[in-house]
């Protein structure tokens, strides 16, 4: 497999409060075969921390050739209107999702398939590579159609594993604390995550890293300074 470089502009952080979360999803800068690619793209909370991420490396939302999707729900896609001209790409089975959201989902947007219809899409069945030393598979189980992203980098082999594993507690335990997909796929997803991925960037977790006796660490962690206005 060809190397690809990744770069975390956004990093994931699980901090919540009572009633609700900040819902800060990773945003995964990709380069591989002379294209830039994002995967996820996050929402408003995240919106000011991915421009000015870009900024930092100095790029544009117009330098971005590519948008790769893990899955539909808001904290991951709401800031496509920032790269109008990208195409996307992303499951098959979360595409189709999309058009018929389960009634108790709460976290896909019921106008997404509007603003999808406005893009061009590619939705991909199974596992492919999709940029060169990038591969897409599948990972279902927080949402029915989630997919991560394999790459081989020179520390070795990479996965951006989104929300098919979000936290260290579930690389821990491989128990999924959020699983939409009926057919309760989470928990495999998880082990093929850990199974890939020698370095782990997580959802909603700094980067994890996993030595060959399966003990997992980082050296990162979550904060966040609040403001009172």
Do not use: C
Not at 103 to 109: H, S
Not at 151 to 164: M, Q
Request: net charge negative; no cysteine; glycine share 10%.
């Amino acid at each position: 497999m060809s190397q690809a470089r990744f770069d975390v502009l956004v990093p994931g952080s699980s901090l919540a409060f009572e009633g609700g979360f900040f819902g800060i999803s990773s945003i995964v800068l990709v380069e591989a075969g002379g294209k830039r690619a994002l995967f996820d793209v996050g929402h408003g909370v995240t919106r000011r921390m991915l421009l000015e991420a870009l900024a930092e490396r100095s790029l544009t939302p117009r330098d971005i050739d590519l948008l790769i999707f893990s899955h539909g729900h808001f904290d991951h896609v709401l800031n496509m209107d920032l790269f109008p001209n990208a195409p996307i790409v992303m499951g098959r089975e979360e595409y189709d999702y999309i058009g018929a959201i389960f009634e108790d989902d709460q976290v896909t947007p019921r106008y997404l398939p509007a603003l999808l219809d406005a893009r061009a899409v590619e939705a991909i069945d199974g596992e492919v590579e999709i940029l060169p030393g990038v591969v897409l598979f599948p990972t279902p189980g927080h949402s029915p159609g989630h997919v991560s992203l394999e790459l081989e980098s020179a520390e070795g082999p990479v996965v951006l594993a989104a929300d098919a594993l979000k936290t260290a507690r579930e690389a821990s335990t491989g128990i999924p604390d959020m699983e939409i997909d009926p057919r309760k796929r989470g928990r495999a997803s998880i082990q093929e995550v850990l199974r890939r991925g020698r370095i782990i960037v997580p959802g909603h977790f700094p980067t994890i890293h996993r030595e060959a006796d399966g003990r997992i660490w980082w050296d990162e962690i979550q904060k966040m300074p609040l403001l009172i206005r």
